[in-house]
């Protein structure tokens, strides 16, 4: 033991020092020091008997410790068919946090905080609801707390990399890069609005990541490839899983990636009419979208899909369409494109639209199966960086609802401060 030695250090000097002491002064420390020594030891030997040997050292061993995270904040102005709504849409702090355990083993987590108030738009199921905004109190409406990412890491070389835990899926250009400070426009695509929900892809999931890259040749081209396995909270005994591979253009900033998964949407279960919320409460969407983040009706799914990635100067552009067969139900499509121009050093514009048809689900009272149709979004934002720590944006939605000829208008403006 350290403590040991530098006692025993502290005994073999003592000869030389003793030649100054008086001989009983120096027999009475060499004493107390033998007498702290075989304490230690003995407190040693029984920790040792209840962690199990060299538990106790492997704790608080990390090479390294990295600390950050983000404080993000949106407020809202909504106007529809026959009214309009302002006010404060969520909060959100969110840290992250990695230990570097050894040269090839990392943790990493990202706990967050946040304080959410719905914004309803739409329910498809429910023709006597016309689509206009409305700020709602949401059963989420009080601070919460979740677990976005959470998860070991072993890396063999760009090659091969596996994590294990709570972690990401590799699809949508959006969904990769998860920091939300990064983004230009504020909120999601139509399709990944409810926040790491499972709409169309899994945005996250209970299990295991593998994920590497292959530079090809001279030119810089590689191959980027990802693939996981695992099970969503909600859905602890139905397994889900799925792959992405890539090609980069290296002198062209360019990659074009193949998507691939499929697995079980859990359904929402049905409350009982004494409830609050009796029925298929799933089917009131919030968040700034026509449609629920959940289905009650239970079913299997499998998509493909693709997306491109190109980055060149001061232009971004990211585009990404899927198709999901939906089993007993009608199927699901998506395309998403967003375009980015950083015209100025602190400035970036940006456009996006969105397209989304959510296939089919049951009505709000179990009884049959109905289309939730589709939307289409166009987005225009503008984002002002200060300093590489502080984004402010300010975007401008125009929302055609499912099955009806209503729009919904909103500015939402929001900041975020990372650190």
């Not at 990202?110 to 914004?119: D, Q, R």
């Not at 009982?272 to 298929?280: A, D, E, G, M, Q």
Request: contains cysteine; proline residues 4%.
């Amino acid at each position: 033991m350290k403590q040991a030695s530098i006692v025993a250090l502290a005994i073999v000097g003592l000869p030389a020092a003793g030649l100054c002491q008086d001989p009983d002064a120096l027999r009475k420390q060499v004493d107390d020091l033998s007498k702290r020594v075989e304490e230690l030891e003995d407190h040693a030997a029984k920790t040792a008997e209840r962690t199990g040997g060299r538990a106790l050292l492997q704790a608080f061993s990390a090479d390294s410790l990295d600390f950050g995270g983000h404080v993000s904040s949106l407020f809202t102005y909504m106007h529809g068919e026959n009214g309009s709504d302002a006010g404060h849409f969520v909060t959100l702090v969110e840290l992250f946090l990695k230990a570097q355990v050894a040269d090839s083993w990392s943790v990493f987590a990202a706990p967050g905080f946040y304080l959410f108030n719905g914004g309803l738009l739409d329910n498809p199921g429910t023709t006597t609801i016309t689509g206009d905004p409305a700020s709602i109190e949401d059963d989420s409406s009080e601070s919460r707390m979740f677990l976005s990412r959470v998860y070991s890491q072993w890396v063999a070389g760009d090659w091969l990399q596996v994590q294990g835990g709570i972690v990401g899926s590799p699809h949508g250009t959006t969904n990769r890069e998860y920091f939300i400070p990064a983004r230009n426009i504020a909120i999601g695509n139509l399709h990944t609005r409810y926040f790491l929900a499972n709409q169309l892809y899994p945005q996250q999931l209970l299990g295991g990541r593998l994920s590497g890259k292959q530079v090809l040749g001279e030119g810089g081209d590689r191959i980027e490839y990802d693939a996981y396995f695992g099970v969503e909270d909600d859905s602890p005994s139905d397994g889900i899983g799925g792959a992405r591979i890539a090609y980069v253009f290296n002198d062209l900033g360019l990659a074009v990636a193949a998507n691939y998964g499929r697995g079980t949407r859990e359904g929402f279960p049905s409350q009982p009419v004494s409830s609050p919320t009796p029925f298929f409460t799933a089917n009131v969407p919030v968040l700034q979208s026509p449609f629920t983040g959940r289905f009650n009706r239970t079913r299997d799914y499998e998509f493909a899909g693709i997306d491109v990635d190109w980055r060149r100067g001061d232009f971004v552009s990211k585009t990404e369409a899927y198709y999901s067969a939906e089993e007993d139900v009608a199927d699901q499509k998506a395309l998403s494109t967003e375009w980015a121009w950083f015209f100025a050093s602190q400035w970036a514009l940006a456009y996006r639209f969105d397209y989304y048809d959510a296939g089919a689900d049951l009505d709000p009272l179990g009884l049959g199966v109905q289309q939730l149709g589709h939307a289409t979004e166009h987005v225009v934002g503008l984002s002002f960086l200060p300093n590489d720590a502080v984004k402010i944006r300010v975007d401008v939605h125009h929302l055609e609802l499912p099955n009806t000829r209503d729009t919904v208008d909103f500015v939402n403006l929001s900041w975020s401060l990372s650190f």
